[in-house]
């Protein structure tokens, strides 16, 4: 594990942790995964309840932010490992093992074509579904059809803080192993957003790539340089100790 701003931070291969995180699955060990890009930990930092979430989970390093912070703080990580990548691969093995998936979020029509893509492309066995359009305080049928579902897999797919407190304030209540908040990953496999050219995703810049194709993400992208500046000043009060 590697060290940010208080957190820990996945520090591995995009195999081999996919390789645990299936390991966990199949012994029954409750994992949320949490992608962490700048958004998602500088809300971590700014509200109690979503910090004490990603404290316990597996932080993936996600997003370039989160990089180039680690160099900051002179860690180094592995390998990038996106939020995506890991949904994906665990479509692929539910495909391979028949793992029950409950997909969470999105509008309707989103939700819809995600499940039938991940049902027709990757085979992938997907137990139960809901729109992301719910009160996450009140809610307790769509707990009860989760569980009734057996799904051992939830992606919840309600952007950022709402499906990271779903998950906290509900995950001691259902029956699933692993939990992972997604994103906008859902339009992505609906054919609604496009991931950017392998290139651009190997050189950091997916990020470019979503602001050009979608302008409201711009103003969401300000939370980069907010991030990297309290790396730094976090780093430079670690060295002043």
Not at 13 to 40: D, H, M, Q
């Amino acid at each position: 594990m590697a060290e940010l701003l208080g957190f820990e931070i996945v520090d591995t291969s995009f195999k081999a942790y996919v390789t645990k995180l299936i390991k966990k699955y199949e012994e029954g060990i409750k994992t949320v995964v949490v992608s962490g890009n700048p958004e998602v930990l500088y809300t971590a930092l700014n509200d109690s309840e979503v910090k004490s979430l990603c404290i316990k989970s597996d932080i993936i390093p996600d997003g370039i932010g989160v990089i180039i912070s680690g160099k900051i703080a002179r860690q180094h990580f592995e390998e990038r490992i996106a939020g995506i990548d890991i949904m994906c691969s665990l479509l692929s093995y539910s495909r391979k093992s028949r793992a029950p998936i409950y997909m969470l979020g999105a509008k309707e029509s989103i939700l819809k074509r995600a499940v039938d893509v991940c049902r027709k492309k990757y085979d992938a066995d997907i137990v139960g579904c809901h729109n992301g359009y719910f009160d996450i305080d009140d809610c307790d049928d769509i707990i009860d059809d989760i569980n009734k579902s057996n799904a051992g897999i939830l992606f919840a797919a309600m952007g950022c803080p709402k499906q990271e407190l779903f998950i906290a304030r509900h995950m001691d209540k259902l029956n699933c192993s692993i939990f992972m908040g997604v994103g906008g990953s859902f339009d992505v496999l609906a054919g609604k957003v496009k991931r950017a050219p392998k290139w651009m995703i190997n050189c950091g810049m997916e990020w470019l790539y979503r602001a050009v194709r979608e302008p409201a993400r711009i103003l969401r992208l300000g939370v980069i340089p907010k991030f990297i500046l309290i790396s730094l000043m976090y780093d430079k009060r670690k060295k002043d100790r």
